[in-house]
């Protein structure tokens, strides 16, 4: 075992002189999304549909390095360097990848009783390969109370509106690899067979979306006319 004296670290370290550190990140998203909208009156009921597709791609990608045994700080430029920095260059990236088909319906009776209702298939690279899409729906109702025949000449209360909607929504926000097995190789030694790996999380082929019931009821609350 080679031991370095106190004199010679202290060398080691006047050689490395100045340091240089540069990371990078670049990110690229893409999204689109095709509709189809149809809306009918006809009497005191109106109705409107919209169906459509959105899909999303992002990726990201990130690296860093460091160089050092600089002799001046006039020159920046990793080639004036004389070796890398203690440790070995880092790099990761990142794909998401999701698509949604969906349809949304409302209905009025009189602009006072209405009704929608949303159904959506969603689909996320984020999740296990056997469990990519998942539906959900939400369905709500209202009052307009200020549409009614004893609040038409109110000097009081001139908007009046009462909800209540219930429904299941997603959630996607998930890392990105998180369903697949990650490796981590070891680039220090090496063996006839190639390099050396070992599991450093496992993945879920089975990962779901995160679902949940939600309900909520709200008054809307009365304007006073001035």
Request: charged residues 15%; aromatic residues 14%; positive net charge.
């Amino acid at each position: 075992l080679h031991l370095l004296s106190r004199r010679q670290r202290q060398m080691c370290i006047r050689d490395r002189k100045g340091t240089y550190t540069k990371s990078s990140t670049t990110s690229n998203s893409v999204t689109g999304r095709v509709n189809l909208t149809v809306g009918r009156s006809f009497g005191e009921h109106t109705l409107n549909g919209v169906a459509g597709m959105q899909f999303s791609d992002k990726t990201q990608e990130s690296y860093g390095f460091g160089a050092q045994g600089y002799t001046t700080d006039q020159f920046s430029s990793p080639n004036f360097s004389s070796s890398y920095a203690t440790g070995k260059p880092s790099a990761s990236d990142s794909k998401n990848r999701s698509v949604s088909y969906y349809f949304n319906a409302n209905y009025a009776y009189h602009m006072r009783y209405l009704l929608d209702f949303n159904l959506t298939t969603n689909g996320a690279s984020q999740f296990g390969i056997n469990d990519l899409f998942t539906t959900t729906w939400a369905v709500g109702v209202g009052w307009n109370v200020h549409q009614e025949n004893f609040l038409a000449n109110s000097k009081v209360i001139n908007y009046l509106k009462l909800r209540y909607s219930l429904g299941n929504p997603g959630n996607q926000n998930y890392d990105a690899k998180l369903s697949s097995s990650i490796y981590m190789y070891n680039t220090a030694y090496s063996n006839p067979f190639g390099l050396a790996a070992s599991v450093e999380t496992w993945g879920n082929n089975n990962l779901k979306w995160q679902l949940s019931l939600i309900h909520i009821s709200e008054p809307t609350r009365p304007e006073p006319i001035s």
